[in-house]
Protein backbone atom coordinates (compact mmCIF):
# COMPACT_ATOMS: atom_id res chain seq x y z
CA UNK A 1 0.00 0.00 0.00
CA UNK A 2 1.39 3.11 -1.16
CA UNK A 3 2.53 5.64 1.78
CA UNK A 4 3.14 9.84 1.30
CA UNK A 5 4.35 11.59 3.86
CA UNK A 6 5.38 15.74 3.71
CA UNK A 7 8.59 17.12 4.65
CA UNK A 8 10.04 20.48 4.45
CA UNK A 9 10.62 23.47 7.16
CA UNK A 10 7.26 24.45 9.06
CA UNK A 11 8.25 28.33 8.81
CA UNK A 12 8.91 30.47 5.65
CA UNK A 13 9.95 33.81 5.74
CA UNK A 14 7.44 36.44 3.56
CA UNK A 15 9.59 36.92 -0.24
CA UNK A 16 11.51 33.52 0.20
CA UNK A 17 10.58 30.08 -1.68
CA UNK A 18 8.45 27.65 0.67
CA UNK A 19 10.30 23.75 -0.16
CA UNK A 20 8.36 20.98 0.57
CA UNK A 21 9.34 17.29 -0.40
CA UNK A 22 6.68 13.93 -0.77
CA UNK A 23 8.57 11.02 -0.08
CA UNK A 24 6.64 8.09 -1.71
CA UNK A 25 7.17 4.13 -0.18
CA UNK A 26 5.15 1.26 -1.10
CA UNK A 27 4.50 2.19 -4.82
CA UNK A 28 7.07 3.68 -8.30
CA UNK A 29 6.66 7.17 -9.26
CA UNK A 30 8.15 6.01 -11.93
CA UNK A 31 5.56 4.53 -13.46
CA UNK A 32 2.35 5.11 -15.39
CA UNK A 33 -1.40 5.53 -14.08
CA UNK A 34 -0.50 7.75 -11.81
CA UNK A 35 -0.09 12.02 -11.14
CA UNK A 36 1.26 13.08 -8.47
CA UNK A 37 -0.33 16.44 -6.49
CA UNK A 38 0.08 19.12 -4.17
CA UNK A 39 -2.54 20.47 -2.56
CA UNK A 40 -3.07 22.83 0.25
CA UNK A 41 -5.73 23.80 3.09
CA UNK A 42 -5.53 27.55 4.24
CA UNK A 43 -6.37 27.11 8.48
CA UNK A 44 -9.85 26.75 8.35
CA UNK A 45 -10.86 26.59 4.78
CA UNK A 46 -11.24 24.18 1.73
CA UNK A 47 -9.11 22.86 -0.19
CA UNK A 48 -6.92 24.61 -2.94
CA UNK A 49 -5.47 22.30 -5.83
CA UNK A 50 -1.54 23.81 -6.52
CA UNK A 51 -0.40 21.23 -9.46
CA UNK A 52 0.73 18.21 -10.45
CA UNK A 53 3.88 15.83 -12.13
CA UNK A 54 3.41 12.70 -14.40
CA UNK A 55 6.35 10.42 -14.35
CA UNK A 56 7.49 11.90 -18.02
CA UNK A 57 7.83 15.02 -16.14
CA UNK A 58 5.00 16.66 -17.32
CA UNK A 59 3.04 19.31 -15.56
CA UNK A 60 -0.17 20.94 -14.93
CA UNK A 61 -0.03 23.68 -12.40
CA UNK A 62 -2.98 25.77 -11.13
CA UNK A 63 -3.03 29.18 -13.56
CA UNK A 64 -3.80 31.44 -9.87
CA UNK A 65 0.10 30.30 -9.12
CA UNK A 66 1.78 28.94 -12.05
CA UNK A 67 3.61 32.19 -12.17
CA UNK A 68 5.10 31.01 -8.57
CA UNK A 69 5.08 27.22 -8.94
CA UNK A 70 7.63 24.55 -10.04
CA UNK A 71 6.82 20.80 -8.95
CA UNK A 72 9.57 18.17 -9.90
CA UNK A 73 10.64 14.80 -9.57
CA UNK A 74 13.59 13.81 -7.77
CA UNK A 75 16.51 11.89 -9.56
CA UNK A 76 15.45 8.87 -7.14
CA UNK A 77 12.36 8.51 -8.64
CA UNK A 78 10.77 8.28 -4.99
CA UNK A 79 10.08 11.68 -4.08
CA UNK A 80 8.29 14.73 -5.68
CA UNK A 81 9.12 18.57 -4.58
CA UNK A 82 6.79 21.88 -4.48
CA UNK A 83 8.73 24.78 -4.48
CA UNK A 84 6.86 27.99 -4.43
CA UNK A 85 8.63 31.36 -4.59
CA UNK A 86 7.97 34.84 -3.45
CA UNK A 87 5.31 33.50 -0.50
CA UNK A 88 3.43 36.22 1.52
CA UNK A 89 1.26 35.42 4.48
CA UNK A 90 -1.76 34.34 2.18
CA UNK A 91 0.41 31.25 1.36
CA UNK A 92 0.68 30.08 5.03
CA UNK A 93 -1.74 26.84 4.37
CA UNK A 94 -1.41 22.92 5.42
CA UNK A 95 0.05 21.68 2.45
CA UNK A 96 -1.06 17.61 1.06
CA UNK A 97 0.98 15.68 -1.28
CA UNK A 98 -1.34 13.31 -2.93
CA UNK A 99 -1.08 10.73 -5.78
CA UNK A 100 -4.37 10.97 -8.44
CA UNK A 101 -4.84 7.52 -9.63
CA UNK A 102 -5.89 7.82 -13.35
CA UNK A 103 -8.00 4.95 -14.60
CA UNK A 104 -11.40 5.09 -17.21
CA UNK A 105 -13.21 7.84 -16.90
CA UNK A 106 -11.80 8.32 -13.67
CA UNK A 107 -8.90 10.63 -12.00
CA UNK A 108 -9.05 10.57 -8.25
CA UNK A 109 -7.13 11.33 -5.10
CA UNK A 110 -6.72 7.91 -3.73
CA UNK A 111 -3.84 8.39 -1.50
CA UNK A 112 -2.93 11.46 0.52
CA UNK A 113 -0.58 12.78 2.95
CA UNK A 114 -0.75 13.42 6.34
CA UNK A 115 -0.17 16.92 5.64
CA UNK A 116 2.28 20.17 6.66
CA UNK A 117 1.67 22.97 8.31
CA UNK A 118 3.72 25.92 6.91
CA UNK A 119 3.27 29.57 8.40
CA UNK A 120 4.66 32.62 6.19
CA UNK A 121 5.93 34.83 8.84
CA UNK A 122 9.00 36.88 9.83
CA UNK B 1 -11.82 27.18 -13.74
CA UNK B 2 -15.06 25.53 -12.79
CA UNK B 3 -16.61 26.28 -9.92
CA UNK B 4 -18.22 23.49 -7.61
CA UNK B 5 -20.79 25.12 -5.18
CA UNK B 6 -21.95 23.20 -2.44
CA UNK B 7 -24.85 23.62 -0.10
CA UNK B 8 -25.61 23.65 2.59
CA UNK B 9 -22.25 25.17 4.15
CA UNK B 10 -22.96 23.19 7.60
CA UNK B 11 -26.01 20.89 8.35
CA UNK B 12 -26.89 19.83 12.01
CA UNK B 13 -28.39 16.66 12.25
CA UNK B 14 -29.03 13.74 14.77
CA UNK B 15 -27.44 10.00 14.67
CA UNK B 16 -29.68 7.74 12.29
CA UNK B 17 -30.87 10.38 10.50
CA UNK B 18 -30.81 10.70 6.19
CA UNK B 19 -28.42 13.96 4.95
CA UNK B 20 -28.10 15.13 1.67
CA UNK B 21 -25.69 17.32 0.49
CA UNK B 22 -25.79 18.91 -3.06
CA UNK B 23 -23.09 19.94 -5.45
CA UNK B 24 -23.11 22.07 -8.29
CA UNK B 25 -20.75 22.51 -11.16
CA UNK B 26 -20.58 25.81 -13.46
CA UNK B 27 -20.56 24.01 -16.50
CA UNK B 28 -21.30 19.97 -17.20
CA UNK B 29 -18.29 18.09 -15.91
CA UNK B 30 -20.43 14.85 -17.37
CA UNK B 31 -19.68 12.52 -14.31
CA UNK B 32 -16.06 13.47 -13.30
CA UNK B 33 -17.12 14.07 -9.93
CA UNK B 34 -15.25 12.31 -6.78
CA UNK B 35 -16.38 13.01 -2.63
CA UNK B 36 -14.05 13.67 -0.16
CA UNK B 37 -14.51 13.27 3.99
CA UNK B 38 -12.16 14.70 6.16
CA UNK B 39 -11.97 14.88 9.96
CA UNK B 40 -10.57 17.50 11.60
CA UNK B 41 -6.38 17.05 11.65
CA UNK B 42 -6.83 14.71 8.94
CA UNK B 43 -6.10 14.14 5.12
CA UNK B 44 -8.97 14.06 3.09
CA UNK B 45 -10.77 10.87 2.28
CA UNK B 46 -12.19 9.34 -1.20
CA UNK B 47 -15.24 8.48 -0.23
CA UNK B 48 -16.73 7.99 -4.04
CA UNK B 49 -16.34 8.42 -8.15
CA UNK B 50 -17.88 8.95 -10.84
CA UNK B 51 -20.19 10.05 -9.20
CA UNK B 52 -21.41 7.09 -7.57
CA UNK B 53 -19.17 4.51 -7.40
CA UNK B 54 -18.14 3.61 -3.61
CA UNK B 55 -14.72 3.03 -2.56
CA UNK B 56 -13.49 0.51 -1.33
CA UNK B 57 -13.95 -0.17 2.61
CA UNK B 58 -17.12 2.78 2.78
CA UNK B 59 -19.89 1.98 4.37
CA UNK B 60 -23.24 1.05 2.17
CA UNK B 61 -24.84 4.07 4.17
CA UNK B 62 -22.83 6.62 1.57
CA UNK B 63 -24.70 7.24 -2.17
CA UNK B 64 -24.12 9.78 -4.75
CA UNK B 65 -25.89 10.13 -7.75
CA UNK B 66 -25.94 12.80 -10.75
CA UNK B 67 -24.36 13.89 -14.12
CA UNK B 68 -23.87 16.94 -15.82
CA UNK B 69 -24.27 20.24 -13.38
CA UNK B 70 -25.74 18.79 -10.79
CA UNK B 71 -24.45 15.70 -7.82
CA UNK B 72 -25.44 14.57 -4.48
CA UNK B 73 -24.36 12.94 -1.66
CA UNK B 74 -26.52 11.05 0.45
CA UNK B 75 -25.90 9.34 4.26
CA UNK B 76 -28.32 7.14 5.35
CA UNK B 77 -29.06 6.55 8.60
CA UNK B 78 -25.65 8.89 9.97
CA UNK B 79 -23.26 7.24 12.20
CA UNK B 80 -21.11 9.17 14.90
CA UNK B 81 -18.08 8.29 12.80
CA UNK B 82 -19.85 9.91 9.44
CA UNK B 83 -19.75 13.30 11.55
CA UNK B 84 -16.90 14.99 9.49
CA UNK B 85 -16.96 17.77 6.62
CA UNK B 86 -17.15 16.79 2.62
CA UNK B 87 -16.19 18.08 -0.33
CA UNK B 88 -17.20 17.52 -4.03
CA UNK B 89 -14.16 17.22 -6.69
CA UNK B 90 -14.38 17.74 -10.51
CA UNK B 91 -11.60 16.05 -12.59
CA UNK B 92 -13.41 16.74 -16.02
CA UNK B 93 -10.44 19.59 -16.45
CA UNK B 94 -8.08 21.67 -15.04
CA UNK B 95 -7.60 23.02 -12.54
CA UNK B 96 -8.95 20.21 -10.28
CA UNK B 97 -11.27 22.33 -8.08
CA UNK B 98 -13.27 21.34 -5.02
CA UNK B 99 -16.63 22.75 -3.35
CA UNK B 100 -16.05 24.95 -0.06
CA UNK B 101 -17.29 21.86 2.00
CA UNK B 102 -19.86 20.98 4.30
CA UNK B 103 -19.88 20.50 7.77
CA UNK B 104 -21.79 17.64 9.03
CA UNK B 105 -22.35 18.40 12.87
CA UNK B 106 -24.12 16.90 15.50
CA UNK B 107 -27.53 18.44 16.71
Known amino acids: QVQLQESGPGLVKPSQTLSLTCSVS??????????WTWIRQHPGEGLEWIGN???????YYNPSLKSRVTISLDSSKTQFSLNLRSVTAADTAIYYC??????????????WGQGTLVTVSS | DIQMTQSPSTLSASVGDRVTITCRAS??????LAWYQQKPGKAPKLLID???SLESGVPSSFSGSGSGTEFTLTINSLQPDDFATYYC?????????FGQGTKVEIK
Open chain 1, 98 to 111: AREKIAFRSEIFDS
Open chain 1, 26 to 35: GGSISSGGYQ
Open chain 1, 53 to 59: IYYSGST
Open chain 2, 27 to 32: QSISSS
Open chain 2, 50 to 52: KPS
Open chain 2, 89 to 97: QQYNSYPRT
